[in-house]
RNA sequence: GUCCCCGGAGUUCAAUGGAUAGAAUAUGAGCUUGCGGAGCUUACGAUAGAGGUUCGAAUCCUCUCGGGGACACCA
């Protein structure tokens, strides 16, 4: 069992313990929360309980830490994890985690492998992912591409905690926009996008077909070429492209709307029908058929999640959205309840990108055709660089993105700090060449007692805890960070120990921790979608 | 007007209501008998403002100021 779960077990269980001696009263049990202290002294993990059942009881809290401690400490396995339990002002009970706990993650990874890491909490329920999903109006944006690293680590991440994933892509290819797409390759009067991309097509298409909406689509499937061209070179693979103009060959949404109409939920107002969304939260109905019969967007967003729930049967769907569409989750949100849905839809919102040139924001347009694409981007900077920057930041964070400062970044950023632990690692381990004794299996780190090694240790068990947090609250950014502190330890280490050494013995154990360090590098890059390489 | 984000070292970003607010970068000072110096060590440096909640607030509440976004029979 991990180190962290462990103490979230036998607290409960001290705790439960307590109350039927009647040292405590029988509150129901807090929840909790494994804490990890910021200074060293005060071990690996912390919690903070005694002071949550001090507030209640007005009592003390360092009694009661005190009672919880000799509590845990009846517990006979506990010092396979801990060797130091100790109570600290205010009421905090810190737990150092023992050496014969840290050699014992050097085996796990060593045993598991490509595996460590990978949890079973999903229990193999289907989610599926949907990111960027950008309308194929034009290419893909430095503003709408923040979606991508995003969306594809989260479903990485979802991936090793346990869940069958499928990434999937939405492509709006049916309706107004591509009408407007038509008209803006013809240059006409009712055009609406300008671009590079659609002065090309107007070359070569305007000679070929003259009906607006036909051009619109030979138009949109070219750009969709573009835009897939794009998703590939940010190392991207979806397992479904799901088209709009699908959803109306096969009438899915004439039969969607008549599914509700048959639970009551629709009326019909000054020509238009009207979903009751109010009935499920929202703070105002929505229109699904406009007064010229024509849908809207959400009348065939519902038919679209009807498909994810029913025929994909998914357990819940994770949707990726900017910012800008915030006003269309509580529509979305009540649609699929109504359809018999509830709490199976998730939306992320990710914070708009502020591009900056020469110290000015400069307006983002699609339409205008200002916008900085990942093209752009990608020209100048290796995907593995742009990955990691935009990974880096939270999913609310406005992020400021600087074209000059990014290019000026590029050859410090950090992911190459990491990649370079890597490539390190790799090359000693090419040094070792055969002399490296232990395939699986190895039994001989007992050997390691230097701090820096314990660390490094202390490092490569954290990544199952990193893994199941993030899919507990999608907050991505966190694998970098951890990339870049396993690094650190590593260089650290480095620094300190040397592994080529006349001492067989201590030198077989340094090599079986560099293994394990390259492994579980090797497995957050992966989930980063950031190569892993031998050489730089 | 209503709703959602954000405001922090010179700069770009971290920080479940927890302990001395962390990194990167920039700037200053150091480190090589050996496995890759794209590294290591060290110094300097920040929570927009005013109240409140509590053992404890960058975080929660109220107000002010500043920035971004949304409030369609658009997609």
């Not at 071990?43 to 830490?65: F, L, Q, S």
């Not at 490509?114 to 290419?139: I, M």
């Not at 381990?429 to 390691?448: D, E, T, V, Y």
């Amino acid at each position: 069992m991990q180190a962290k779960k462990y103490i979230t077990t036998i607290t409960e269980n001290s705790i439960q313990s307590l109350q039927e001696q009647g040292i405590f009263s029988a509150f129901a049990v807090p929840i909790i929360l494994v804490l990890k202290p910021k200074e060293k002294s005060f071990g690996d993990y912390a919690i903070n309980v005694a002071m949550e059942i001090g507030k209640k009881e007005n009592r003390n809290p360092m009694e009661i830490a005190e009672a919880i401690k000799e509590q845990l400490a009846k517990n006979d396995d506990i010092f396979n994890y801990f060797d130091l339990i100790e109570v600290a002002d205010p009421g905090f009970i810190n737990f150092h985690l023992s050496k014969q706990y840290l050699w014992s993650v050097g085996n796990e990874a060593l045993l598991q492998k490509e595996k460590f890491g990978n949890l079973v909490l999903g229990k193999k329920q289907k989610v599926q992912v949907e990111f960027v999903s950008a309308n194929p109006t034009g290419p893909l944006t430095v503003g709408n591409g923040r979606g991508g690293p995003y969306g594809d680590v989260l479903a990485n991440v979802l991936k090793r905690a346990g869940y069958k994933i499928e990434k999937a892509y939405y492509v709006n290819d049916y309706g107004q926009q591509i009408l407007a797409l038509g008209h803006s390759v013809l240059k006409d009067n009712q055009a609406k996008y300008t671009g590079e991309i659609i002065d090309e097509l107007n070359q070569s298409l305007v000679s070929k077909i003259k009906d607006p909406y036909e051009l619109g689509k030979e138009a949109s499937k070219y750009i969709l070429k573009n835009i897939k061209n794009t998703i590939e070179k940010l190392n991207i693979k979806y397992d479904e492209w799901f088209f709009e103009s699908s959803l109306y060959a096969k009438k899915e949404i004439d039969k969607t709307i008549s599914i509700l109409k048959d639970k009551d939920l629709i009326y019909s107002e000054e020509g238009a029908e009207w979903f009751k969304a109010r009935q499920f939260g929202d703070e105002r109905d929505r229109v699904l058929i406009k007064s010229d019969k024509s849908n809207t967007y959400l009348a065939a967003d519902l038919a679209y999640h009807k498909y994810k729930f029913e025929k994909k049967k998914f357990n819940k769907v994770i949707n990726v959205w900017g910012a800008d569409h915030f006003g269309d989750v509580a529509g979305l949100k009540a649609g699929v309840e109504a359809l018999g849905h509830k709490g199976k839809l998730e939306v992320v919102l990710l914070q708009f990108v502020t591009v900056v040139k020469d110290n000015k924001p400069i307006k983002m347009s699609k339409r205008l055709g200002t916008a900085i694409t990942m093209d752009d981007l990608l020209d100048e900077l290796p995907a593995d660089v742009v990955r990691f920057f935009f990974l880096q930041k939270s999913a609310n964070t406005h992020l400021n993105f600087d074209m000059n400062l990014a290019k000026e970044q590029s050859e410090k950023n950090p992911v190459f700090y990491v990649q370079y632990a890597y490539a390190r690692i790799a090359s000693i381990l090419r040094s070792a060449g055969s002399s490296i004794k232990h395939s699986k299996g190895f039994k001989g780190f007992a050997l390691l007692n230097h701090e820096k090694e314990l660390d490094l240790l202390r490092q490569i068990g954290r990544l199952p805890e990193i893994i199941e947090e993030t899919s507990k609250d999608y907050q991505v950014h966190r694998l970098t960070q951890y990339a870049m502190e396993l690094a650190t330890a590593f260089h650290q280490f480095y620094n300190e120990c040397h592994v080529l050494i006349d001492d067989q013995k201590l030198k077989q154990a340094r090599l079986g921790l560099l293994i394990a360090t390259r492994i579980t590098l090797k497995n957050t890059l992966d989930l980063l979608g950031v190569s892993a390489p031998e050489k730089m």
